[in-house]
């Protein structure tokens, strides 16, 4: 059993930031990537940004240049740090953890983030 946890979500301004975080614990041996989703209300899931296991990065190209993901190994966690928001960004935000081997995919429950004057 593995539990995928994000925080970090809130309301915030345009041109502000927010820092997202997924912790990651129970029955872990090697972790092969980690990625960020997001999912607005009428629109289907999207990828926002992954870490390999070799710390290589990937973002997609709407948010490239603004968003940063990050990976604090020791505490088993990854960062998503959000600049320069704007309404667009607006969305639910999951973490999906990738074990190596047959470990499998763990999702975490979400966090809101609503950019908004």
């Known amino acids: 059993q593995v539990q995928v946890v994000e925080s970090g979500g809130g309301l915030v301004q345009p041109g502000g930031s927010l820092r997202l975080s997924c912790a990651a614990s129970g029955s872990i041996s090697s972790i092969n990537a980690v990625a960020w989703y997001r999912q607005a209300p009428g629109k289907e899931r999207e990828l926002v940004a992954i870490?390999?296991?070799?710390?290589?990065?990937n973002y997609a190209r709407s948010v490239k240049g603004r968003f940063t993901i990050s990976r604090h190994n020791a505490k088993n966690t990854v960062y998503l740090q959000m600049n320069s928001l704007i309404p667009e960004d607006t969305a639910a935000y999951f973490c999906?953890?990738?074990?190596?081997?047959?470990?499998?995919?763990?999702w975490g429950q979400g966090t809101q983030v609503t950019v908004s004057s």
């Open positions: 999906n953890v990738r074990l190596a081997g047959t470990g499998g995919d763990y």
């Open positions: 870490i390999n296991s070799g710390g290589g990065t």
